[in-house]
């Protein structure tokens, strides 16, 4: 895989994070931050640095015992770094990126330099037209110059369900194909996140994490991008105590009727579903600098 030069970056290139390895020291820190917080609303520090794993956890792909920590994804963009300031703007090529602050900008060298990152991998579209830079800037600045988008954990956490959904033999889906049935476990994940997208559709700016971000910059620049909708990977397993009760359904359905493929384009997606959309190609990585 090549090492990358930040020239090397063009606008619209997707960035996908490699986390560093989980630490029980930082976690207590982080738990340590939280008991001192006097706001409430802002005892978050753990749960954050907690779900920075809950969604690799949920969803290590196909690499086995190369497996990745790949957790958070970012897009490179030319902003405003003056962004609010009463001051000419300023446009520079930066890391666009949604975190606990909201939609914010960085350098990349900056960003390399931060303990939570192993490596940055760099994917970029395949097919890519005249006016794709353009395109995909405007979608950048309609999120990035609206500074009242907050971070949506509750979809950060949702990601870490669809997670599992999307393994046929992750535990939720076990869960539903005990009570549906193959056909009926299958379709009712396709029901789920098709609910799911069609709500982001009229809702994006409710639900803006790192890698719906993403998604949407894209889909909105007019280059929706296809993901894989259903994987397999027996590591992906839940506690064994979770269990829905008998009478959750009332039924198993079965059905040898084809399944539709869905419609919707998805943006409720995981930086690793970004990084496996047929669309775009891997080109290289940056290292952490330490």
Known sequence: MKALQQSDLQIGDILIFENQDFSYVEFLDELKKDYFE?????RMHAAFYLLLYMIPWFDPGKEGKHYKNIYHAAIWGKVNVYRGENRT???????????????????LEETLKGEGVKNIYVYRRKSKPID?????????WDFYDDVSIPY????????AVICS?????GTLHEILKNQLGDWGAQKMVDIIRSLINEYNNEHQKEMVACSTLVAMIYKNAGFALEVEKMSIDPQVKLPSDLRLSQDFFHQSFTSSK???????KETVITPRQLAESKDVELIGYFQYVD
């Open 89 to 107: 703007p300023k446009n520079e090529n930066r890391i666009v990126q949604a975190g606990t602050h909201g939609i914010s900008q960085a350098t």
């Open 132 to 140: 794709f830079e353009d395109k995909m800037n405007k979608a950048v």
């Open 38 to 42: 006097e706001d409430p609303k802002n």
């Open 165 to 169: 959904l999307r393994y046929s033999d």
């Open 152 to 159: 949506a954990y509750e979809t950060a956490w949702l990601l």
């Open 258 to 264: 084809p399944l539709k493929p869905l419609e919707v």
